[in-house]
């Protein structure tokens, strides 16, 4: 029993030994690799080095799959160039499993040790996380030998070697256990290091084992294909083609498992390097037949999963992928995009708003209102989004990046929830009492809200790309507003003063719209701030005084 707990303790140690490294990675190195996957995609060829490259560095073929998918559900890239850069992850990833099977058991007090170091003095920096890398490194090297050395206390019991020879009866058995295996380990790659350890050290048949190897080949897309489940039809598409890829090398690789066994021996006498050159030559064989099939696939996968036709709901996210959010700088570039999907239906609200004052239109003042409650919804379903993202595995740009998207998607909230204000004040004060504004006034209203609507867009902009000079130009715009708003409270008395009707009847509303304009052009102008401060063009108790 002792000796079964140990195997048992030595698997979950590689288990997450690989996840360690793999979160480590994306952490790091997040953004460079999807700048490589975005740049490889040009040709089938290197779109499948892309994927070799990426996969190879993060060590999970379901890793790059989901940020792969998360590419296509945006837009970013093509479906056919996504399964050609998933061919070569899958090469990665089993490139991978030839060099742990390596006996590189000497690094791991090496890295572990070196790991420590790093992490613990530098917790939250770039050598915090190589750190938590190189620990993740040294924990698979110790898993695998700790695996061969249980492997081998556990061959010796008879009862032990009856269970494992019952393998052999059925190759079904032995590529859904492989897939069961992969699934539960979330990892392809540690399911055939454990697999070619247990052959190498007589726990189970070669026969056997390179039946498992085609189930953990199998066991890998499927996962993939069950983590995107809830994800937009774009995104689960990319899982869905790598699956048809997998069965494709399950049906060639199935007739080849005796010639390999037979041929094998002569060049390599290991059998866990026997394990894992099948397990290689199984996504070499796999990208040989299918690059050429890319195409053929990709329109298959488009009818087995078509895209919706109906044109997509301003009140339903179209940007959050929950699968996105393993690679926090990805899920903080999706937040980004929804929060400007948001800031477009608050553009939507302020462009309706004069047309309900110069025409008194009552209904489009309801249709107004309820978008209202569009921009809740999406400002709810950002924060849930935002929370999810871990502020600790972020580093300083991504966590300034973090608080700016918070920060614009809050403001555009209240701006809608103004907008909601100015529309029922419209309602009560002007349209249900038949009142017109004065010539003047109307004029300064349409003015006031042509500049609100100029400076709206200039925000989004300075938030899209952060450009200093667009954000000074933004404050200088919170200025400009404050003296029109000074300058039309002025004129606006001197008309009540001589007593002119209109803008008598309307003088409540139109202070009160002034009013609403300036808390709505403060919150659009703050957007400049952390762009300035950022870049050293302002300082925070400038930003302070200013804000007063």
């Known amino acids: ?209 390179l039946g498992l190897v085609i189930g953990a080949n199998l066991g ?65 064989i796999v990208a040989l037949v299918c690059i050429g099939l890319t195409e053929h696939v990709a329109r298959a996968v488009e009818k087995i999963l078509p895209e919706p036709s109906q044109p997509a709901s301003s009140s339903r996210p179209h940007h959050l992928d929950s699968t996105a959010l393993a690679t926090p700088s990805l899920a903080i570039s999706c937040a980004a995009r929804e929060a400007l999907h948001l800031a477009d239906v608050v553009e939507t609200m302020l462009i309706g708003l004069r047309k309900v004052w110069e025409d008194n239109d009552l209904d489009l003042a309801q249709d107004l209102k309820g978008l209202d409650d569009q921009v809740d919804d999406l400002y709810s379903a950002i924060k849930y989004y935002m929370t999810k993202i871990s502020r600790a595995e972020l580093d300083e740009a991504e966590g300034g990046r973090w608080t700016e998207v918070m920060s614009f998607t809050i403001n555009m909230e209240q701006v809608g929830d103004l907008v909601e204000r100015v529309l029922q004040e419209i309602e009560e004060k002007k349209i249900k009492k038949g009142r017109e504004f004065s010539k003047a006034g109307l004029e300064e209203v349409n003015e006031m809200h042509a500049l609100l609507l100029a400076n709206l867009r200039l925000a989004m902009g300075v938030f899209l790309s952060g450009n200093v000079r667009d954000a000074q130009k933004l404050l200088q715009e919170k200025a400009r507003f404050r003296e029109l708003e000074l300058a039309y409270a002025a004129s606006h ?31 659009l102008c703050s957007m400049a701030y952390p762009v300035l401060e950022a870049a050293g063009a302002i300082e925070p108790r400038l930003r302070q005084r200013i804000s007063a």
């Not at 093509?78 to 090469?91: E, K, P, R, S, T």
């Not at 996380?129 to 030998?145: D, E, P, Q, T, Y």
């Not at 894992?276 to 030559?281: D, G, K, R, T, Y």
């Not at 003088?507 to 808390?519: G, P, Q, V």
């Open 220 to 284: 890998s897309g499927m996962l993939a294909v069950l983590t995107t489940l809830r994800s937009s039809i774009q995104t689960r598409q990319v899982p869905v083609g790598n699956l048809l890829f997998r069965l494709i090398g399950v049906a060639v690789m199935i007739p080849l498992i005796g010639p390999w066994h037979q041929w094998a021996p002569s060049l390599l006498p290991h059998v866990g390097a026997q394990v894992v050159a099948f397990h290689l030559v199984f996504n070499l």
């Open 493 to 523: 008395l001197d008309r009540l003063s001589v007593g002119a009707v209109k803008s008598i009847e309307t003088s409540s509303l139109h202070i009160d719209m002034i009013a609403e304009f300036k808390r709505i052009n403060s919150l």
């Open 1 to 209: 029993m002792q000796h079964l707990l140990n195997l048992l303790a030595a698997i979950a140690l590689l288990v997450w030994g690989i996840q360690m490294v793999r979160t480590g990675i994306l952490r790091v190195f997040g953004a460079n690799l999807r700048q490589l996957i975005a740049k490889g995609v040009r040709t089938r060829p290197t779109a499948m080095l892309s994927g070799m490259g990426v996969t190879a560095v993060v060590q999970s073929s379901t890793a790059t799959a989901l940020i792969v998918s998360a590419f296509v559900g945006q837009g970013m890239i093509g479906l056919a160039a996504a399964l050609a850069v998933m061919l070569g992850a899958d090469i990665g990833s089993s490139l991978m499993a030839v060099v742990f099977s390596l006996d590189l058991s000497w690094l791991s007090p090496l890295c572990i040790f070196t790991g420590v170091v790093l992490f613990v003095a530098r917790q939250d920096s770039t050598a915090g996380r190589v750190g938590r890398v190189l620990i993740g490194l040294g924990l698979m090297l110790l898993a695998l030998r700790l695996i061969t050395e249980a492997t081998l206390v556990l061959t010796q019991s008879d009862v032990v070697r009856t269970l494992l020879m019952a393998l052999t009866s059925d190759i079904t058995l032995e590529i859904i256990t492989g897939a069961v295996l992969a699934i539960i380990s979330y990892s392809s790659l540690a399911t055939v290091l454990l697999v070619s350890t247990l052959a190498g050290s007589g726990g189970i048949p070669a026969e056997v084992a």
